[in-house]
């Protein structure tokens, strides 16, 4: 397999270990002890794996890289929602690129000026895990304010 090419998720589980490491980020890697897999399907876009952690809860992976855990996903959903909401006047109707996990969806409807968020997702399948093995975080997925397009647009 060349550096280009997506890992596969069950391969970087090495010992009950999931290990990501990167060409990206030399001299270093992530890792995190598996008790259990729960998910691991190839999408018509990417690999995708969600696993139990022992410390760090659900964690969604695609194409070997991790994506986020339950234990920490909040801080980088909060930044990435409310940063922009806050620096616009009373925003009613929100776009989001992106962002299958929902996470990002969560925040943005918890302003009481957002009367409805399209939500862009390439890829139904990462939705689906999401709602199934982190509904904590996939929460507003049924909020209706929110009208959730899947595909490649």
Same mark, same amino acid.
């Given at each position: 397999m060349t550096e280009s090419a997506p890992l596969q998720g069950l391969s970087l589980i090495e010992n009950? *270990?999931?290990? &990501?490491?990167?060409? !990206? *980020?030399?001299? !270093?890697?992530?890792?995190? $002890?598996?008790? &259990?897999? +729960? +998910?691991?399907?190839?999408?018509?876009?990417?690999?995708? +794996?969600?696993?139990?952690?022992?410390?760090?809860?659900?964690?969604?992976?695609?194409?070997?890289?991790?994506?986020i855990t339950e234990r920490? $996903?909040?801080s980088y959903q909060e930044m990435l929602a409310h940063l922009p909401m806050f620096s616009a006047d009373k925003p009613?109707?929100? +776009?989001?690129?992106?962002?299958?996990?929902?996470?990002?969806?969560r925040e943005v409807v918890k302003h009481d000026t957002v009367e409805k968020v399209t *939500?862009? &997702?390439?890829?139904?399948?990462v939705v689906e895990a999401a709602k199934k093995y982190m509904p904590n975080v996939a929460v507003a997925v049924?909020?209706?304010?929110? &009208?959730?397009?899947?595909?490649?647009?």
């Open positions: 009950g *270990w999931f290990i &990501e490491k990167n060409a !990206q *980020w030399p001299g !270093q890697a992530n890792a995190l $002890e598996v008790k &259990e897999v +729960l +998910l691991h399907k190839k999408t018509k876009f990417q690999d995708l +794996l969600v696993f139990a952690s022992a410390k760090h809860g659900n964690v969604i992976v695609l194409d070997g890289v991790i994506q920490d $996903e909040m009613t109707h929100v +776009l989001i690129i992106g962002g299958g996990d929902g996470g990002v969806l *939500w862009c &997702e390439i890829d139904g399948d049924s909020n209706p304010k929110t &009208e959730l397009l899947v595909g490649d647009g």
